[in-house]
């Protein structure tokens, strides 16, 4: 879809139904529970390598220090500059996948939604030819909540409305350029910015009851439903267009060339 598209669909963007996006949202969690539950899996083996990186050398370390009677008191700044460029390599890995994974699970809502027989690819966007857009993409959303953080408490709670949209946009426009389809978030989430806020609010709160409900663990299964009603908010300003083969199809394009 073309961007100038995008842009009339939003500035057209009819009224959304809170009821009828939160019904929705239940109906297609029931479809997709078991991906949503697989995603954050995949998420937290991604974090243990990362774990073993930054605790073992500290520990290390401090063992070290502690059985040589001071004589390795030269490695604390050493120590302390390894954590600090480990941590921000951990943060910096785990927002990428995170990015990436979270728009692979908006993709496979979509099959599942509307009933699309295809390869359930949680990693596609984390794949040639997508990986230098999501690392663009994912360094903007961390800039861009970093600074509204700076600013105050409540630019962050704002832009974390069309922040949350950008993943959406890029799940299914990954041919679009960055700067457009920040830009495009941004819009939608003006246009859209109380009916999203107020419905996200609301799946997240219920996800956690739920979740609590079953023993605790039961949240990493709810999780997910949280971020549903931002596909049918998206699905119901811009829509997917006819062409609903290009979900069997672009699995397997390795030939597309991103526009970064």
Same mark, same amino acid.
């Given at each position: 879809?073309?961007?100038?598209?995008?842009?009339?669909?939003?500035?057209?963007?009819?009224?959304?139904?809170?009821?009828?996006?939160?019904?929705?949202?239940?109906?297609?969690?029931?479809?997709?529970?078991?991906?949503?539950?697989?995603?954050?899996?995949?998420?937290?083996?991604?974090?243990?390598?990362?774990?073993?990186?930054?605790?073992?050398?500290?520990?290390?370390?401090?063992?070290?220090?502690?059985?040589?009677?001071?004589?390795? !008191?030269?490695?604390?700044?050493?120590?302390?500059?390894? %954590?600090?460029?480990?941590?921000?390599?951990?943060?910096?890995?785990?927002?990428?996948?995170?990015?990436?994974?979270?728009?692979?699970?908006?993709?496979?809502?979509?099959?599942? !939604?509307?009933?699309?027989?295809?390869?359930?690819?949680?990693?596609?966007?984390?794949?040639?030819?997508?990986?230098?857009?999501?690392?663009?993409?994912?360094?903007?959303?961390?800039?861009?909540?970093?600074?509204?953080?700076?600013?105050?408490?409540?630019?962050?709670?704002?832009?974390? %409305?069309?922040?949350?949209?950008?993943? %959406?946009?890029?799940?299914?426009?990954?041919?679009?350029?960055?700067?457009?389809?920040?830009?495009?978030?941004?819009?939608?989430?003006?246009?859209?910015?109380?009916?999203?806020?107020?419905?996200?609010?609301?799946?997240?709160?219920?996800?956690?009851?739920?979740?609590?409900?079953?023993?605790?663990?039961?949240?990493?299964?709810?999780?997910?439903?949280?971020?549903?009603?931002?596909?049918?908010?998206?699905?119901?300003?811009?829509?997917?267009?006819? !062409?609903?083969?290009?979900?069997?199809?672009?699995?397997?394009?390795?030939?597309?060339?991103?526009?970064?």
């Amino acid at each position: 879809m073309l961007f100038a598209e995008i842009q009339q669909k939003i500035r057209n963007a009819k009224q959304l139904d809170f009821g009828h996006l939160l019904n929705d949202s239940i109906e297609l969690f029931k479809k997709v529970w078991l991906q949503g539950l697989i995603m954050l899996l995949i998420m937290f083996a991604a974090i243990i390598p990362f774990v073993f990186i930054i605790y073992i050398p500290l520990l290390v370390f401090g063992v070290a220090n502690s059985t040589s009677s001071g004589a390795f !008191d030269g490695l604390a700044p050493i120590a302390v500059i390894f %954590v600090v460029i480990a941590y921000l390599l951990f943060i910096f890995v785990m927002m990428v996948i995170s990015f990436g994974l979270k728009a692979g699970l908006f993709r496979i809502m979509r099959q599942k !939604d509307q009933d699309v027989i295809g390869k359930e690819d949680y990693f596609f966007f984390l794949k040639k030819p997508y990986l230098s857009k999501t690392i663009n993409l994912s360094l903007a959303f961390f800039g861009i909540s970093l600074l509204a953080t700076m600013l105050c408490v409540f630019p962050i709670i704002y832009v974390m %409305v069309p922040l949350n949209l950008l993943i %959406v946009m890029y799940a299914f426009n990954p041919e679009i350029s960055s700067s457009n389809l920040i830009k495009a978030s941004f819009d939608l989430g003006n246009k859209k910015w109380l009916i999203t806020f107020g419905i996200t609010l609301v799946a997240g709160i219920l996800a956690q009851m739920v979740g609590m409900l079953m023993c605790g663990v039961g949240i990493f299964v709810t999780a997910s439903f949280a971020a549903i009603p931002l596909y049918f908010i998206y699905k119901e300003v811009i829509g997917f267009g006819e !062409d609903v083969d290009e979900l069997k199809q672009i699995g397997n394009n390795e030939n597309f060339d991103a526009t970064i």
